[in-house]
Nanobody, 124 residues
Framework: QLQVVESGGGLVQPGGSLRLSCAAS????????VAWFRQAPGKEREAVSY??????YYAHSLRGRVTISRDNAGSTVYLEMSSLKYEDTAVYYC???????????????????WGQGTQVTVSS
């Protein structure tokens, strides 16, 4: 069974930082493109960032505050977030798709494997 699992969420104060991780089971993320999405309470899920080396993309609203990276093997994908704001509170999801996909990176329907999400809460 193909799965991805997110970790690293939690409670953080405004202005703080957090690093989320995404790992796969049953396959390796090194062969896939990986994206992070998030869904805030009462809002639609939105794209955050994308990695398919050497390409990296970021949502315009988050650029400069988030960094996507991979470990040396490419099998774990990280999302580092800084200068966190209240409005960053959301469930963050990791998703993967074949690198050959021609769909735009924020097209959620093009991703084949999704994680259960990890909660990030920004609060004082």
């Amino acid at each position: 069974q193909l799965q991805v699992v997110e970790s690293g969420g939690g409670l953080v104060q405004p202005g703080g930082s957090l690093r989320l991780s995404c790992a796969a089971s049953g396959f390796t993320l090194a062969d896939d493109a990986v994206a992070w999405f998030r869904q805030a309470p009462g809002k639609e899920r939105e794209a955050v960032s994308y990695s398919s080396p050497p390409d990296q993309y970021y949502a315009h609203s988050l650029r400069g505050r988030v960094t996507i990276s991979r470990d040396n093997a490419g099998s774990t994908v990280y999302l580092e977030m800084s200068s966190l704001k209240y409005e960053d509170t959301a469930v963050y999801y990791c998703a993967s798709r074949p690198r050959a996909s021609r769909y735009i990176w924020w097209d959620q329907g093009s991703y084949r494997v999704w994680g259960q999400g990890t909660q990030v809460t920004v609060s004082s």
